[in-house]
Protein backbone atom coordinates (compact mmCIF):
# COMPACT_ATOMS: atom_id res chain seq x y z
CA UNK A 1 0.00 0.00 0.00
CA UNK A 2 1.22 3.50 -0.93
CA UNK A 3 2.22 5.91 1.73
CA UNK A 4 2.92 9.71 1.03
CA UNK A 5 3.84 12.38 3.34
CA UNK A 6 3.65 16.01 2.86
CA UNK A 7 6.64 18.12 4.63
CA UNK A 8 8.00 22.06 4.02
CA UNK A 9 7.73 25.46 5.32
CA UNK A 10 3.97 26.30 6.75
CA UNK A 11 4.70 29.85 6.54
CA UNK A 12 5.64 31.81 3.16
CA UNK A 13 6.13 35.11 3.38
CA UNK A 14 3.71 37.09 0.45
CA UNK A 15 6.01 37.26 -3.02
CA UNK A 16 7.74 34.08 -2.02
CA UNK A 17 7.99 30.96 -3.32
CA UNK A 18 6.33 27.90 -1.82
CA UNK A 19 8.08 24.95 -1.53
CA UNK A 20 6.64 21.47 -0.87
CA UNK A 21 8.61 17.43 -0.78
CA UNK A 22 6.65 14.43 -0.58
CA UNK A 23 7.57 11.19 0.11
CA UNK A 24 6.63 8.00 -1.40
CA UNK A 25 6.49 4.61 0.46
CA UNK A 26 5.24 1.50 0.06
CA UNK A 27 4.99 1.53 -3.81
CA UNK A 28 6.61 2.13 -6.88
CA UNK A 29 7.02 5.63 -8.32
CA UNK A 30 7.97 4.94 -11.21
CA UNK A 31 4.42 3.32 -12.00
CA UNK A 32 1.73 6.34 -10.29
CA UNK A 33 0.87 9.76 -11.81
CA UNK A 34 1.87 11.75 -8.76
CA UNK A 35 -0.34 15.10 -8.04
CA UNK A 36 -0.88 17.98 -5.95
CA UNK A 37 -4.54 19.05 -4.77
CA UNK A 38 -5.04 22.10 -2.76
CA UNK A 39 -8.42 22.69 -0.34
CA UNK A 40 -8.75 25.64 0.82
CA UNK A 41 -12.21 27.40 2.16
CA UNK A 42 -12.92 30.06 -0.59
CA UNK A 43 -12.03 27.53 -3.60
CA UNK A 44 -12.75 24.29 -2.39
CA UNK A 45 -10.30 21.32 -3.92
CA UNK A 46 -8.16 22.52 -6.86
CA UNK A 47 -5.82 20.23 -9.03
CA UNK A 48 -2.35 21.54 -8.83
CA UNK A 49 -1.32 19.61 -11.75
CA UNK A 50 0.65 16.25 -12.10
CA UNK A 51 4.52 14.70 -12.78
CA UNK A 52 5.44 11.06 -13.95
CA UNK A 53 8.91 9.49 -13.25
CA UNK A 54 10.03 10.35 -16.67
CA UNK A 55 9.50 14.29 -15.63
CA UNK A 56 6.93 14.50 -17.99
CA UNK A 57 4.16 17.14 -16.40
CA UNK A 58 0.69 18.34 -16.33
CA UNK A 59 -0.10 21.47 -14.63
CA UNK A 60 -3.30 23.81 -14.48
CA UNK A 61 -3.66 26.62 -16.93
CA UNK A 62 -4.73 28.57 -13.67
CA UNK A 63 -1.71 28.20 -11.82
CA UNK A 64 0.63 27.22 -15.15
CA UNK A 65 2.88 30.64 -14.58
CA UNK A 66 3.87 30.01 -11.44
CA UNK A 67 4.51 26.26 -10.61
CA UNK A 68 6.92 24.08 -11.17
CA UNK A 69 7.33 20.20 -10.07
CA UNK A 70 10.32 18.19 -10.14
CA UNK A 71 10.88 14.12 -9.26
CA UNK A 72 13.77 12.11 -7.77
CA UNK A 73 13.12 8.65 -8.17
CA UNK A 74 15.90 7.89 -6.63
CA UNK A 75 14.47 9.37 -3.46
CA UNK A 76 11.63 8.63 -3.89
CA UNK A 77 10.17 12.55 -3.44
CA UNK A 78 8.36 14.63 -5.81
CA UNK A 79 7.85 18.18 -5.42
CA UNK A 80 5.92 21.34 -5.95
CA UNK A 81 7.42 24.82 -5.96
CA UNK A 82 4.60 27.36 -6.11
CA UNK A 83 6.22 30.99 -6.88
CA UNK A 84 5.00 34.41 -6.48
CA UNK A 85 2.35 34.11 -3.65
CA UNK A 86 -0.25 35.44 -1.95
CA UNK A 87 -2.88 34.90 0.96
CA UNK A 88 -4.94 33.37 -1.59
CA UNK A 89 -2.32 30.76 -2.09
CA UNK A 90 -2.86 29.66 1.39
CA UNK A 91 -4.43 25.98 1.73
CA UNK A 92 -3.92 22.68 3.07
CA UNK A 93 -1.60 20.77 0.53
CA UNK A 94 -2.33 17.32 -0.68
CA UNK A 95 -0.30 15.25 -2.36
CA UNK A 96 -1.70 12.46 -4.45
CA UNK A 97 -1.08 9.62 -6.46
CA UNK A 98 -3.05 8.60 -9.77
CA UNK A 99 -2.43 5.13 -10.61
CA UNK A 100 -1.74 4.09 -14.42
CA UNK A 101 -4.86 4.04 -16.97
CA UNK A 102 -7.16 5.64 -14.29
CA UNK A 103 -8.06 9.23 -13.65
CA UNK A 104 -8.63 9.10 -9.94
CA UNK A 105 -6.91 9.90 -6.98
CA UNK A 106 -5.91 6.66 -4.93
CA UNK A 107 -4.11 7.16 -1.82
CA UNK A 108 -3.00 10.86 -0.50
CA UNK A 109 -0.76 12.15 1.96
CA UNK A 110 -2.57 13.64 5.20
CA UNK A 111 -1.80 17.11 3.97
CA UNK A 112 0.39 19.99 4.93
CA UNK A 113 -1.49 23.62 5.63
CA UNK A 114 0.68 26.03 4.17
CA UNK A 115 -0.44 29.80 5.23
CA UNK A 116 0.87 33.02 3.18
CA UNK A 117 1.50 35.59 5.82
CA UNK A 118 4.25 38.41 6.56
CA UNK B 1 -12.63 24.15 -17.72
CA UNK B 2 -15.39 21.73 -17.11
CA UNK B 3 -17.50 23.16 -14.32
CA UNK B 4 -19.26 20.66 -11.75
CA UNK B 5 -22.38 22.08 -10.08
CA UNK B 6 -22.64 20.21 -6.87
CA UNK B 7 -26.32 19.91 -4.90
CA UNK B 8 -26.89 20.70 -2.12
CA UNK B 9 -23.81 21.87 -0.65
CA UNK B 10 -25.23 20.46 2.78
CA UNK B 11 -27.91 18.18 4.39
CA UNK B 12 -29.03 16.83 7.03
CA UNK B 13 -30.29 13.40 7.94
CA UNK B 14 -31.59 11.01 10.05
CA UNK B 15 -30.04 7.40 10.48
CA UNK B 16 -31.84 5.08 8.29
CA UNK B 17 -32.49 8.03 5.55
CA UNK B 18 -32.16 7.75 1.77
CA UNK B 19 -30.15 10.83 0.78
CA UNK B 20 -28.96 11.50 -3.05
CA UNK B 21 -26.00 14.45 -4.28
CA UNK B 22 -25.95 15.31 -7.30
CA UNK B 23 -23.41 17.17 -9.87
CA UNK B 24 -23.97 18.80 -12.97
CA UNK B 25 -21.07 18.51 -15.30
CA UNK B 26 -20.81 21.76 -17.61
CA UNK B 27 -20.36 19.76 -20.73
CA UNK B 28 -21.05 15.85 -21.95
CA UNK B 29 -18.16 14.05 -20.06
CA UNK B 30 -19.29 10.25 -20.71
CA UNK B 31 -18.84 8.75 -16.67
CA UNK B 32 -16.03 10.53 -16.12
CA UNK B 33 -16.48 10.98 -12.94
CA UNK B 34 -15.22 9.90 -9.07
CA UNK B 35 -16.91 10.30 -6.08
CA UNK B 36 -14.98 11.18 -2.44
CA UNK B 37 -15.71 11.02 1.19
CA UNK B 38 -13.86 13.19 3.41
CA UNK B 39 -14.03 13.41 6.94
CA UNK B 40 -13.13 16.41 9.63
CA UNK B 41 -8.90 16.88 9.66
CA UNK B 42 -8.47 14.04 6.76
CA UNK B 43 -7.81 13.98 3.54
CA UNK B 44 -10.28 12.95 0.87
CA UNK B 45 -11.17 9.36 0.51
CA UNK B 46 -11.47 7.41 -2.84
CA UNK B 47 -15.58 6.60 -2.91
CA UNK B 48 -16.54 5.79 -6.66
CA UNK B 49 -14.68 5.61 -9.77
CA UNK B 50 -15.95 5.47 -13.27
CA UNK B 51 -19.57 7.44 -11.98
CA UNK B 52 -20.60 3.81 -10.42
CA UNK B 53 -17.85 1.66 -9.39
CA UNK B 54 -17.38 1.16 -5.50
CA UNK B 55 -14.15 1.61 -4.35
CA UNK B 56 -12.87 -1.48 -1.91
CA UNK B 57 -13.65 -1.04 1.69
CA UNK B 58 -16.94 0.91 1.36
CA UNK B 59 -20.23 -0.93 2.57
CA UNK B 60 -22.61 -1.67 -0.41
CA UNK B 61 -25.09 1.22 0.89
CA UNK B 62 -23.03 3.65 -1.72
CA UNK B 63 -23.85 3.73 -5.18
CA UNK B 64 -23.03 6.17 -7.53
CA UNK B 65 -24.61 6.57 -11.66
CA UNK B 66 -25.20 9.04 -13.96
CA UNK B 67 -23.97 9.47 -17.70
CA UNK B 68 -23.21 12.68 -19.73
CA UNK B 69 -23.77 15.49 -17.77
CA UNK B 70 -25.45 14.43 -14.65
CA UNK B 71 -24.97 12.39 -12.11
CA UNK B 72 -25.57 11.18 -8.46
CA UNK B 73 -24.31 10.05 -5.39
CA UNK B 74 -26.65 7.90 -3.09
CA UNK B 75 -26.10 6.48 0.33
CA UNK B 76 -28.97 4.35 1.39
CA UNK B 77 -29.81 3.55 5.24
CA UNK B 78 -27.51 6.47 6.41
CA UNK B 79 -25.23 5.54 9.56
CA UNK B 80 -23.71 7.69 11.89
CA UNK B 81 -20.42 6.88 10.19
CA UNK B 82 -21.08 8.48 6.87
CA UNK B 83 -21.03 12.31 8.02
CA UNK B 84 -18.57 14.34 6.43
CA UNK B 85 -18.28 16.30 3.26
CA UNK B 86 -18.72 14.38 -0.19
CA UNK B 87 -16.71 15.91 -3.66
CA UNK B 88 -17.34 14.73 -7.53
CA UNK B 89 -14.55 15.38 -9.77
CA UNK B 90 -14.62 14.90 -13.23
CA UNK B 91 -11.87 13.66 -15.70
CA UNK B 92 -13.29 14.36 -19.02
CA UNK B 93 -10.74 16.65 -19.88
CA UNK B 94 -7.91 18.61 -18.56
CA UNK B 95 -7.70 20.43 -15.72
CA UNK B 96 -9.10 17.60 -13.54
CA UNK B 97 -12.02 19.66 -11.75
CA UNK B 98 -14.01 19.22 -8.16
CA UNK B 99 -17.19 19.68 -7.17
CA UNK B 100 -17.66 22.55 -4.42
CA UNK B 101 -18.88 19.71 -1.86
CA UNK B 102 -21.93 18.43 0.22
CA UNK B 103 -21.21 18.48 3.63
CA UNK B 104 -23.61 15.58 5.18
CA UNK B 105 -24.49 15.69 8.80
CA UNK B 106 -26.99 13.41 11.03
Known amino acids: QVQLQESGPVLVKPSGTLSLTCTVS????????WSWVRQSPGKGLEWIGY???????SYNPSLKSRVRMSIDTSKKQFSLNLSSVTAADTAVYYC????????????WGQGSLVTVSS | DIQMTQSPSSLSASVGDRVTITCQASQDIITSVNWYQQKPGKAPELLIYDASNLETGFPSRFSGGGYGTHFTLTITNVQPEDIGTYFC?????????FGGGTKVEI
Open chain 1, 26 to 33: GGSINLHF
Open chain 2, 89 to 97: QQYGSLPLT
Open chain 1, 96 to 107: ASVPPEMAYFDY
Open chain 1, 51 to 57: IQHTGTS
